[in-house]
């Protein structure tokens, strides 16, 4: 065993850690070396987001003492921030095994550190815990989970004042505390119970109180309340707030994927517990099948993230990507504003760097400002508060099936998006329309777009330089052409700089800095590549462009864009 990794087990061996950890570390001294290494060969980094692992004993796993001395980071900052102040914060978990566990150790850690705790008396989505935040005017929040991660996994994600996740100084200042903590006897680990209140119903009316004022077209769901919906929360949070939403917008032929209805952290009937996945939407496709449903919903385990089903224009069920689901709910709000008399001048969409084109047309094209940021709602977030006082914020969306509607939370929203969808749905079933064909006339409108993204993992300690070497030599040797395009314009958000290939000149990116690359072609096709910074993976998003002159040359055009995306990938040396 390494000397660094052997002293980090000598530390957990000696150290005031329960018995049951220590007999599990002498087993595995004797039976799994290997994952008693990697269990001990570093510490699990508390990144901008928090924390994400897998569930385990060790330095470098998910265990009541990371998240406790996590935790004693967070509140020293936090007590820090607000010295002035009673500090408050609200704790929520989703359906993970030990989640609950987790959220009452945090709990337990802030309340002993003098801090009020609004605690959910159990499972809760993370778009709740964002609102609960900013309804009872915390100064911070955590939320236990690993979002759509498979089963051995869990997390912690910190949020501000605004309800929002960590963005900068706020990220790295924790970032600073929680590396302060080096052992367990620095975490406050009881004594301050009786600051701690729970939450429960009231938080909840609340909450779809506000889904609910969302709604756009009240009357066109009491003439189409009968639109027959298939909802599966994949075994999570949304297992019982989706249904009530959906009643109280006024849909009454709702129907569950009962097989995915019970709360469970070991996530039985699919690998992946991610409505980005073909295969946890799968029982929910034949459901909606056998019903000849409208629309079919999919929510992950903490209910940010929406996956949608519906059927195409020859009447087959397909999933909806989250560019194609963002471009009919932004168009949609848009749309339904102006028509209702809710428009304003001011009003303001913001979508991240990575996701599709079509919606800076879109608003374009409707006078709306467009802004684009980052990766990740915190920076949608971070974009609401430097503007409000100014614009109106509308609605935000990234690629990666999150949408976050109106301005009373700060994060991605999978409750409100599902009530969205639904109203959608019914809108255009109202006009004797499909929402594929309303996306179908979109494209004939704006342009065809079509989007795909691949994720490269390198295993391995060394995993994380190989990707570095990668984005390297993208970065210092961008291609020429692609698929027979000219590459025109290269941005490197690392460097903070827009560099024109066609003439050298450069342009300042005003965005915070990003390990980011995108390749901007003559044809106005986009290739973004994305390190991952707290794994060995390295993400490429596509993003390829064409006109439709109609609806019947569909099939056709979007197969020849696919094609186009694919010699992208071959050129890039990605096959």
């Keep these: 065993m390494e000397h660094q990794i052997?002293?980090?087990?000598?530390?957990?061996?000696?150290?005031?850690?329960?018995?049951?950890?220590?007999s599990v570390i002498r087993e595995m001294t004797v039976n799994n070396t290997n994952e008693l290494a990697d269990a001990f060969y570093k510490n699990l980094e508390f990144g901008t987001g928090g924390l994400r692992g897998i569930m385990g004993i060790g330095t470098n796993r998910i265990n009541r003492y990371t998240i406790g001395m996590a935790t004693q980071g967070f509140a020293n900052y936090l007590l820090n921030c607000f010295s002035n102040e009673q500090v408050r914060v609200a704790i929520a978990h989703d359906s993970r095994n030990n989640s609950r566990l987790f959220a009452e150790i945090t709990a337990n850690v802030m309340a002993a550190n003098g801090i009020h705790v609004y605690l959910f008396e159990s499972l809760r989505p993370t778009p709740e815990l964002s609102f609960a935040i900013r309804k009872l005017n915390c100064h911070g929040g955590v939320v236990c989970t690993a979002s759509h991660n498979p089963?051995?996994?869990?997390?912690?994600?910190?949020?501000?004042?605004?309800?929002?996740?960590?963005?900068?100084?706020?990220?790295?200042?924790?970032?600073?505390?929680?590396?302060?903590?080096?052992?367990?006897?620095?975490?406050?680990?009881?004594?301050?119970?009786?600051?701690?209140?729970?939450?429960?119903?009231?938080?909840?009316?609340?909450?779809?109180?506000?889904?609910?004022?969302?709604?756009?077209?009240?009357?066109?769901?009491?003439?189409?309340?009968?639109?027959?919906?298939?909802?599966?929360?994949?075994?999570?949070?949304?297992f019982k707030m989706v249904p009530q939403v959906l009643k109280e917008f006024g849909f009454t032929n709702v129907h569950v994927v009962e097989e995915q209805m019970n709360p469970d952290g070991n996530f039985p009937t699919v690998v992946y517990p991610n409505p980005e996945e073909s295969e946890a939407m799968s029982l929910g496709l034949k459901k909606a099948t056998v019903l000849d449903a409208d629309i079919l919903?999919?929510?992950?385990?903490?209910?940010?993230?929406?996956?949608?089903?519906?059927?195409?224009?020859?009447?087959?069920?397909?999933?909806?990507?989250?560019?194609?689901?963002?471009?009919?709910?932004?168009?949609?709000?848009?749309?339904?504003?102006?028509?209702?008399?809710?428009?304003?001048?001011?009003?303001?969409?913001?979508?991240?760097?990575?996701?599709?084109?079509?919606?800076?047309l879109i608003a374009s094209k409707n006078n709306i400002k467009c802004?684009?940021?980052?990766?990740?709602?915190?920076?949608?977030?971070?974009?609401?508060?430097?503007?409000?006082?100014?614009e109106n914020y509308i609605i935000g969306g990234e690629e990666s099936y999150g949408l976050m509607i109106g301005d009373q939370l700060r994060d991605k929203d999978a409750i409100s998006a599902v009530a969205l969808l639904c109203e959608m749905?019914?809108?255009?079933?109202?006009?004797?329309?499909?929402?594929?064909t309303k996306l179908l006339e979109l494209y004939v409108k704006y342009g065809l777009f079509r989007e795909h993204l691949i994720s490269i993992t390198?295993?391995?300690?060394?995993?994380?330089?190989?990707?570095?070497?990668?984005?390297?030599k993208y970065r210092n040797d961008p291609p020429q052409t692609l698929a027979g395009v000219k590459v025109i314009g290269l941005y490197d958000y690392d460097k903070k700089e827009a560099k024109d290939l066609t003439n050298g000149q450069v342009c300042s990116i005003e965005l915070p800095q990003s390990n980011v690359l995108q390749f901007i072609l003559e044809d106005g096709s986009k290739v973004s590549a994305r390190p991952s910074g707290t794994e060995p993976k390295i993400k490429f998003y596509f993003s390829v462009q064409g006109k439709l002159d109609s609806i019947a040359l569909f099939d056709s055009a979007y197969a020849n864009l696919g094609n186009k995306i694919e010699q992208i990938i071959a050129d890039l040396g990605l096959k």
């Excluded at 002293?7 to 049951?20: P, T, V």
């Excluded at 809108?427 to 929402?435: F, N, R, V, W």
């Design 151 to 238: 089963r051995e996994y869990n997390g912690y994600k910190a949020y501000f004042n605004d309800g929002g996740q960590l963005v900068p100084p706020h990220d790295e200042n924790v970032i600073a505390e929680v590396e302060k903590i080096e052992k367990v006897e620095d975490v406050k680990w009881n004594g301050g119970e009786s600051n701690i209140h729970l939450l429960g119903e009231e938080m909840d009316k609340a909450y779809i109180s506000m889904v609910k004022g969302l709604s756009v077209y009240p009357d066109v769901i009491q003439r189409q309340n009968d639109l027959k919906i298939v909802y599966t929360p994949i075994h999570g949070t949304g």
């Design 425 to 436: 749905a019914a809108y255009e079933k109202d006009a004797g329309k499909s929402l594929f």
């Design 458 to 472: 390198k295993k391995g300690r060394d995993g994380q330089e190989q990707i570095a070497a990668m984005i390297d």
């Design 371 to 390: 802004y684009n940021v980052l990766t990740g709602f915190k920076w949608i977030a971070e974009l609401i508060k430097e503007k409000e006082a100014n």
């Design 6 to 22: 052997q002293s980090r087990i000598d530390k957990w061996l000696e150290g005031n850690y329960d018995e049951a950890t220590k």
């Design 297 to 360: 919903l999919g929510t992950d385990p903490d209910a940010d993230r929406v996956g949608i089903g519906v059927k195409d224009n020859h009447g087959n069920w397909v999933l909806l990507n989250g560019n194609q689901t963002a471009v009919l709910a932004f168009n949609y709000l848009i749309e339904a504003r102006k028509t209702k008399g809710l428009a304003k001048e001011n009003d303001m969409v913001v979508k991240t760097i990575v996701t599709t084109g079509m919606i800076d």
